[in-house]
């Protein structure tokens, strides 16, 4: 994967993104908020990044949303328990896509507003035209046929779901499905999977809240405890994180704009956590992990505070220490490229400040 900081789209998307970055640099806590939303790591981050650069600016809802991220940042990680797949485009795919209950959609025309969706409910085929008031779908049903029988496993997919089983956590399938694409998924997947959520079977459709709290009731974990994978932005990250899950987006077409990278993954291998390690990083490696990932532009906040400090200090001092202090100036100029030199200063206000608020909690 290419480097994540040269991963804008187009120029918009670059112009959006600084927009949102002088916006939260300018707020209350604004170093902060611009760490987490320079590397948003944690997948619910990413999903407010994602938003704030779309809308090219920053609502409060937003921002306290992005702060209250930042409030948990260093916390105890939540283990694993759980990882659910996305089906479709996740861990199989269609070698001959033919869309057969979109085209009796297109057929019904208004009529099939009018019936739930055959993702919603158990219905095949057949009873979804006649529901339609449509003849018997031949032509459909043939086309159906070939789809299901090029269902395949994508190369990566038994071998990620053993190392998930392997590390002692549960898997699910959790995907909007219709009935009679259920059956060769199942078959394909067989004892791997310990709990399967279809749409059509649980009566709701991702992104809704409740089709995902059936799933953790399903696999009794708590939300936090489930890591949901899938290829869909909308439905398998968003849903996930609205619904209080962590998410990773598996990005087989490196097609990810800026912010989505730092959650998204190539391959399935790497989408899964690694249990023995993901847990074990402490407070002290999390906060220098950030703070090296941004230390360019803490470095230059830093750089520019501090010049401001001395060139007031220049206009202050009297006669017989103006030379010291424009000396003092002309050194602080040549740190300008050395953002090694504030790393130190950087991690200790870092400290400082989160004890500080945890002793006002």
Known sequence: MSDPHQSFRNPAEKSAYDAVLIDLAGRPRGNEAVMIFRTPTDSEAAVIADTMVHAGTVSDDLYARLLTVGNRRYDKQPVTRAVAFDAFGTLVHI???????????????????????????????????????????????????????????????????????????????ASNLAMPYAAPVKALLGDLVDVWHFSFDAGTIKPERAFYADLTVKLGCKPDELLMVGDTWRDDIIGAVDAGSRAKWLDRDDRASYVRRFIAANCLADACPDRGLATHKTEVELIIESIDANIDYLHNQRWANEMGQLRQAVERAPDAGKASAKQAVKNHYDTRAQPENSRAALIQSAFERIKARRTNN
């Open 95 to 173: 070698g001959r896509k033919r869309h057969p209950f979109q085209r009796l959609m297109r057929r019904a025309g208004d009529r099939a507003k009018m019936i739930p969706s055959p993702m919603a409910q158990p219905i095949g085929l057949a009873d979804y035209a006649a529901a339609l008031g449509l003849p018997r779908p031949d032509a459909e049903l043939a086309a159906l046929d070939e789809e299901l029988a090029t269902i395949a496993l994508y190369p990566d997919t038994l071998d990620t779901l053993r190392r998930v089983r392997d590390q002692g956590m549960k898997v699910a399938v």
